[in-house]
């Protein structure tokens, strides 16, 4: 049973383009943590989301934790080929991280 | 070095042999964890190492796997016996974890192919 789901499992769009991707729960978490995994190199954080309804930027990257705590989405705006890459998200169980399967996310130029 | 670094970052080995891989965790990292991720997957939990504790090998998929740490430096991941469902990516990351969370720091990871 995986706890936590992601959507789109891989999405393909252009240079300049919006999009959404989801990380879904049907547990409640403390947190919610976000990583990028580049093409031969191991994920790297980008946030943590922690309050219910919070909101957080990073430039073009903006990551909101669902008020009940269960789900995230990340929206990328004008997305640009520097943004290709696994999005991970992933939720404390202890001393745990769980893993949601991913996105891959192709920005073509 | 300042971050997690894994050795080799590339091994290609005959099945039925023995591969061992090494991490090097972030300096004072008490935390180290395992994981093996298949082409295009995400990651698959094997192993987590914390200090002097016992170690949680709920994630080692068979006993061809395990592995070691000492204290709270370097660990070795040893398959034997390799079988070609072996080949994937196996990541180690280190953390230290705190009340302000667990975030993992990884390597870039040890790619095997078992040919």
């Known amino acids: 049973t995986q706890l936590l789901e992601q959507s789109p499992q891989f999405l393909s769009i252009q240079e300049g383009e919006n999009l959404t991707v989801y990380c879904n729960s049907s547990?409640?978490?403390?947190?919610l943590q976000w990583y990028r995994q580049e093409p031969g190199e191991g994920p790297v954080l980008l946030v943590t989301?922690?309050?219910g309804g919070e909101v957080k930027k990073l430039k073009r990257l903006t990551f909101q934790f669902g008020d009940a705590r269960k789900d995230s989405s990340l929206h990328i705006t004008a997305a640009q080929p520097g943004d290709t890459g696994l999005y991970l998200c992933?939720?404390?169980?202890?001393?745990?991280?769980?893993w949601g399967a991913g996105t891959k996310l192709i920005i073509k130029p | 070095g300042a971050g997690v670094s894994q050795s080799p970052s590339n091994k290609v080995t005959e099945k039925g042999k023995d591969v061992e891989l090494r991490c090097d965790p972030i300096?004072?990292?008490?935390?180290l964890y395992w994981y093996r991720q298949r082409l295009g997957q995400g990651l698959e939990f094997l192993i987590y190492?914390?200090?002097?504790?016992?170690?949680?090998k709920s994630g080692l998929p068979s006993d061809r796997f395990s592995a070691e740490r000492t204290g709270e430096s370097v660990s070795t991941l040893t398959i034997q016996r390799t079988q070609q469902e072996d080949s994937a990516v196996y990541l180690c990351?280190?953390?230290?974890?705190?009340?302000?969370?667990?975030?993992?720091?990884f390597g870039a990871g040890t790619r095997l192919s078992v040919l």
């Open positions: 992933a939720g404390p169980r202890g001393y745990q991280l769980i």
């Open positions: 547990s409640v978490f403390s947190s």
């Open positions: 989301v922690v309050t």
């Open positions: 300096s004072g990292h008490t935390a």
């Open positions: 190492f914390q200090g002097n504790s016992a170690p949680d």
């Open positions: 990351a280190s953390s230290l974890i705190s009340a302000w969370g667990n975030i993992q720091y």
